[in-house]
């Protein structure tokens, strides 16, 4: 089991700037390739980013590239998820999520479908004000 914990939600205007993170704890973090989902009320969860096992490769929506960031610490067994030039329509729960990786570090995929994740957090609101 992998347990995931999500932080750093909250209320900001538009333009501004959040850092969301999500710690993990239960087994070796470097064995999982991570990412960020999101849910508006009424919506389908969506994906927003995700990152390779040993962080070397990245994938981001288009809806958010070039605003957000994915990042991650092995060490901190921490992944990060840095929002600038926040938007409304960026308004959602934001999710962050764990898939198993056999090949560990060097894996190399990001996966962007929410069927491939097997562990997911709580959830942490993020509301963009206009």
């Known amino acids: 089991q992998v347990q995931l914990v999500e932080s750093g939600g909250g209320l900001v205007q538009a333009g501004g700037s959040l850092r969301l993170s999500c710690a993990a704890s239960?087994?070796?973090?470097?064995?999982?390739?991570m990412a960020w989902f999101r849910q508006a009320p009424g919506k389908e969860r969506e994906f927003v980013a995700a990152?390779?096992?040993?962080?070397?490769?990245?994938s981001h929506d288009d809806s958010v590239k070039g605003r957000f960031t994915i990042s991650r610490d092995n060490a901190k067994n921490t992944v990060y998820l840095q929002m600038n030039n926040l938007k409304p329509e960026d308004t959602a729960v934001y999710y962050c999520?764990?898939?198993?990786?056999?090949?560990?570090?060097?894996?190399?995929?990001?996966?962007?479908?929410?069927?491939?994740?097997?562990?997911w957090g709580q959830g942490t609101q993020v509301t963009v004000s206009s």
């Open positions: 239960g087994r070796t973090f470097s064995n999982y390739a």
């Open positions: 990152i390779n096992t040993n962080g070397g490769r990245r």
């Open positions: 999520a764990a898939d198993y990786k056999v090949s560990g570090l060097f894996d190399i995929t990001t996966p962007r479908t929410a069927d491939e994740y097997d562990y």
